[in-house]
């Protein structure tokens, strides 16, 4: 099951919510009205000092919003692929299906976001200045005033070298056009972004145990995302080097296991998914391929249906959501079967189903590679 959803889309460019995101949206609420406002804004009811509070969350995740945002349009400038910004508990991300072609598209991508901060600091700042001698320019004054301190913050921050923040990524980009190898770039900068989580972690306990400030706990815990995500960016450089260029042929299984397309589920579930333990399966009707079968697809069935239910009621028709062309890239395979979330797609051309391509399969080859140095 999915984490995040879908609230919209921007040019051209899914938006989603993560559910952790209520988490940090809830407690910046919180802080915001029972410490900053109450300080500086004593006089404002509570309820309206909530209002403010919400609506000066709003425009600071608008903010990262459009931090990331500034990335993803440079991202497609350059011909990249952009899946979606994903809004989550330690910020905003652009999920790029693609690495930068050269050293250069990677630094004016990486750039783009502190600088969209660093702008909208600026912007931020010159309405707390502009508005305060206005009616109600206290309270404008004190939401755009924290609003261009944070903009600033998060500018400064996304500049550390540390991969895969921006700035290790400006980092790894001057480190690939120096030594001319992506994956040791890659390599390098990560190592920097696993550094500065472990100083960002040992630094947010001192601090905690020293004031007993939560604030150190969440240093802390920001530390820790950024050491798990730079060693994770690096394994995933990696393998998208091992499995680029290397068509699905390589890695597929032709020997197809395949269900008759009016056997119930229960017969599916038992006589192939128990028996060959796989988690889907391709539906065929005398010979003619209807779609891929997954195990979600039968989850969505109620228990006590699938001794009625056949198996093409439910197959998902075939479609590029579930096949691949023999000539796609192992790397395409394996994010395509991360963004459909079903473990295995279909290998066809010209209507013909030629094999099926599995995330097994594709690790097996990398596995093999990885161990002939090739």
Avoid at 10 to 37: H, K, M, N, Q, R
Wanted: include cysteine; glycine fraction near 10%.
């Amino acid at each position: 099951m999915t984490k995040s959803f879908r609230i919209g889309r921007i040019f051209g460019i899914d938006i989603e919510l993560d559910y952790t995101w209520f988490i940090v949206f809830f407690l910046v609420a919180v802080l915001l009205s029972t410490d900053l406002f109450a300080d500086r804004l004593p006089g404002l009811p509570l309820g309206v000092r909530w209002l403010v509070a919400t609506f000066t969350t709003v425009l600071f995740f608008a903010s990262v919003l459009i931090h990331e945002l500034a990335h993803s349009l440079v991202a497609k400038r350059q011909g990249l692929g952009i899946s979606g910004i994903t809004l989550f508990i330690f910020g905003g991300v652009s999920k790029m299906t693609d690495e930068p072609k050269s050293a250069g598209a990677e630094f004016k991508i990486a750039i783009a976001g502190p600088l969209m901060s660093g702008v909208l600091a600026m912007f931020f700042l010159f309405l707390a200045f502009a508005l305060r001698p206005f009616p109600g320019g206290q309270v404008f004054g004190t939401v755009f005033s924290w609003l261009g301190f944070m903009n600033g913050i998060l500018a400064v921050f996304n500049l550390l070298p540390g991969f895969p923040l921006d700035g290790g990524r400006v980092l790894r980009a001057g480190l690939w056009q120096s030594l001319a190898d992506l994956t040791e770039a890659t390599r390098i900068a990560a190592t920097f972004g696993q550094v500065l989580g472990i100083l960002m972690i040992v630094g947010g306990i001192f601090f905690f145990l020293l004031t007993m400030n939560a604030g150190g706990l969440w240093i802390a815990l920001i530390g820790w995302f950024l050491t798990q995500m730079a060693q994770s960016s690096y394994q995933q450089v990696v393998l998208r080097q091992a499995l680029s260029g290397v068509p699905v042929t390589g890695a597929m299984t032709r020997e197809i296991q395949s269900v008759p397309a009016d056997i119930t589920l229960d017969q599916v579930v038992y006589d192939y998914v128990m028996r060959y333990n796989h988690p889907a399966f391709p539906v065929l009707d005398n010979g003619q391929l209807l779609g891929l079968l997954c195990l979600a697809d039968i989850r969505g069935v109620p228990r006590q249906q699938w001794a009625s239910v056949i198996a093409r009621q439910v197959v998902l028709p075939v479609s590029e959501a579930n096949t691949i062309t023999p000539h796609t890239d192992a790397w395409n395979a394996l994010a395509r079967m991360t963004t459909e979330n079903c473990g295995r797609l279909l290998v066809v051309e010209a209507g013909e189903l030629l094999g099926i391509i599995s995330r097994t399969d594709i690790m097996r080859l990398m596995h093999m590679r990885m161990q002939l140095g090739v």
